[in-house]
């Protein structure tokens, strides 16, 4: 067992193969940052599940939110951190990984399971939904939002029928400051939550809302996919779709979600109760601050009382590539509701339409000379430009998107990269980027999230004292698997 109580593990700097066997060649699910693989403590024979996030501030507050919220029975429970560097075949160089020992969950992701079931019932939907919830609720105890709540992060721990249900994956996890500060937005990264806390505060101004009720963008949006999940569950499709579907979010489905229009197709919702109904509606309410909280949904009497009717989802589920479209969509509209966060949010100054911003500019590029730090700064904001541009690219690809336009953005973002050029090129390489073009078709929403929190760690570093892992710039155990 790792070193310190069970919401401080520190990371371990020995080499993770002398306590684990990892199965290298193995993959239990691939994500965005790679395949997760199976392992076994050596002394115990146990088998977890390996995730290795390359070591930066992203990954680092990944493990940090998740360690604080273990010991709940449903979250993934991390057992053990270790900071190695690791040299995957092919790479030139070992690079600094962090790798988390995870709780290994062999029932694989919940929907899988639905649609493997011949029968599924709003009763034990009931039931997976309160465990979700259970969970949910335990991380806002802790003010974490997890903000990637989708059906892929909800996974079960054996194939039998009571097997437990967990969430995983605090990869977007953030502590909910409640931060209402949005001085600036662009159109591409304005989610309704940030609309709504602009009305939301002319309301509170006026006295139209209590200022006791705690509003925030991060748990309102782990709401909304709380009913997106339970609408899925319920019917096997989700709420927000498009008439023309497509891999990318589209203006229609835009509108929809922002405008909150869903209905209930009588086929498979006739006989769903409505009670689910209700709750549904009332977790997909467009405005935040009428959406239930946590707390309201662990005290829903539907829970408890859910009829034993019958559902189509699994039917509807079991076409696999209807549960890909699912998850893909999914994924993306929550690159849509994530607020956005400051530094992604400000206009950078070359952009600004204000006269003394642009005079001030103009004076600064004049006077550069390579090592001035005001040209520095003003190549870092050529940096960040060029990474927004591809972010809007990805956010809003043109119908007639044929990728040749984004791999153009993406070279000439490379040319422009001095201030992080690793990163950049580490999030491009997850994604199989060629040098020229990607290899393989890409989920832009995720392509978009990367960078945005690229640019997070560009303008604002993390606070590492605050975390309790170790820092492992000593005693670092290079592991070489080549
Ligand atoms: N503890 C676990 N036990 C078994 N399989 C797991 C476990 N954790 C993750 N997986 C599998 O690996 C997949 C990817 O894991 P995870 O979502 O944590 O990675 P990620 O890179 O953060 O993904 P994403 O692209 O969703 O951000 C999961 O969908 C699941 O199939």
Known sequence: ??????????????????????????????????????????KTGIRYALKCLPDNPKAQMEVYLHVMCNGHPNIVKVHDVYANDIQFPGEKHPK???????????????????????RLTERQAAKYFKKISMAVQHCHSLNVAHRDLKPENILLTDNTEDAELKLSDFGFAKIDDGNLQTPYFTP?????????????????????????????????????????????????YPPFYSETPSRHI?????????????????????????????????????????????????KLSWLEDAPDNELHS????????SLEDINMAHSQQLTILRKPECPL??????????????????????????????????????????????????????KDDDESVLNELIRKAITLQSCSPTHFMEILSAMEWD????????DKGKLAERLSELIQDLNRPMPLESMELNSHENGRVPNSLS
């Not at 700097?13 to 790679?34: K, R």
């Not at 505060?201 to 009913?227: E, R």
Request: aromatic content about 8%; charged content about 30%.
């Open 314 to 321: 699994p039917a509807v589920i079991a076409d696999k590539q």
């Open 345 to 398: 949010t400000l206009k950078p100054i070359t952009d600004s339409h204000n006269p003394i911003l642009r005079k001030r500019k103009y004076r600064q590029s004049s006077k550069e000379e390579p090592d001035n730090p005001v040209s520095k700064a003003s190549t870092c904001e050529m940096n960040v430009k060029s990474l927004r541009n591809i972010i809007a690219y990805c956010i809003l690809p043109p």
């Open 188 to 236: 591409y990264y304005v989610a309704p939550q940030v609309l709504e806390a602009h009305r939301h505060q002319a309301k509170l101004k006026k006295g139209i809302i209590p200022t006791s009720k705690p509003y925030t963008y991060d748990k309102s949006c782990d709401m909304w996919s709380l009913g997106v999940i339970l609408y899925i569950m319920l019917c096997g």
């Open 96 to 118: 600094a990984y962090l790798l988390m020992v995870l709780e290994m969950m062999e029932g694989g992701e919940l929907f899988d399971r639905i649609s493997k079931r011949k």
């Open 435 to 442: 040098g020229d073009r990607f290899k393989v078709k890409i």
């Open 1 to 42: 067992m790792a070193e310190g109580g069970k919401n401080s593990l520190k990371s371990k700097t020995q080499s993770i193969l002398n306590d684990y066997d990892v199965e290298w060649n193995e993959t239990l699910g691939t994500g965005i940052s790679g395949p997760v693989r199976p392992c076994k403590r050596k």
């Open 250 to 298: 589209t203006m229609e489905m835009r509108r929809k979600i922002l405008s909150g229009e869903f209905d209930f197709p009588e086929d498979e919702w006739s006989h769903v109760s409505d009670g689910a109904k209700d709750v549904v509606k009332s977790l997909l309410h467009v405005d935040p601050s009428y959406r239930l909280n946590i707390e309201d949904v662990t």
